[in-house]
């Protein structure tokens, strides 16, 4: 298994470009999140989905869009790129049961580090 | 709301100290907690993960202990090596909820 990957690598973006950060995990994993990482910070949740064609908001959603169309592909849109969006994405999956008890860890991309110019 | 605090912010100890990280967490009602290890410029990986219903979990060198009426886990990392030397991350994720909530992590340091 590859796990959680993610493209690009590394992304620099002029003010109010839009892009799409690619996430495709291969675990069969039912749960995927989104998060950004700051520096010197923790994570914070983006959106996350809970399956094929199911999203939801995170903490910090706005300027970003995320569409969950197959249960191996988690794709963020980022529609009008602002400095402020400059971090570092991480993709996750993990799996949950049908009661949606959460028994099982996240695993994580390498992440793709995006600067906003 | 859910609140994840990690303390120290930064720790650096001689190799071969055992010592401890701490976390702590706001809503004692959660499905589980897990402690992440992540070095520079990478991705996280999952050192230890416990169910709401588990006291403590081990692997190798590392034990994670949960108390959740006091909101509180630790990190024992015995033995420290230079190669333990990352940021260490705690997330719980509380029950209802579908959603991990970080702590900021201790960047750990281990001195050769």
């Known amino acids: 298994n590859a796990g959680v990957t993610q493209t690009p690598k590394f992304r620099i973006l002029k003010i109010g470009q839009s892009m799409t950060l690619q996430c495709t995990q291969d675990m069969n994993h039912n749960y995927m999140y989104w998060y950004r990482q700051d520096p010197g910070m923790g994570l914070k949740l983006i959106y996350y989905s809970v399956g094929a064609g199911i999203t939801d908001k995170g903490e910090v959603p706005n300027g970003y869009n995320v569409s969950r169309s197959t249960t191996e592909d988690f794709p963020l849109r980022l529609e009008l790129a602002a400095p402020s969006q400059t971090s570092v994405y991480f993709c996750?999956?993990?799996?949950?049961?049908?009661?949606?008890?959460?028994?099982?860890?996240?695993?994580f991309g390498p992440g793709t580090r995006l600067t906003v110019l | 709301k859910q609140e994840v605090t990690q303390i120290p912010a930064a720790l650096s100890v001689p190799e071969g100290e055992n010592l401890v990280l701490n976390c702590s967490f706001t809503?004692?009602?959660?499905?589980?907690l897990q402690w992440f290890r992540q070095d520079p410029g990478k991705g996280l990986t999952s050192l230890l993960l416990i169910q709401s219903s588990q006291r403590e979990q081990t692997s190798g060198r590392l034990n994670a202990s949960l108390d959740k009426s006091s909101g509180r886990s630790t990190l024992y990392i015995a033995a420290s090596q230079p190669g333990d030397s990352a940021t260490y991350l705690c997330a719980v994720i509380t029950s209802g909820t579908y959603k991990y909530i970080f702590g900021t992590g201790t960047r750990l340091k281990v001195l050769a």
């Open positions: 809503d004692s009602a959660i499905y589980n």
């Open positions: 996750a999956s993990s799996y949950s049961s049908a009661s949606g008890v959460h028994t099982d860890t996240q695993y």
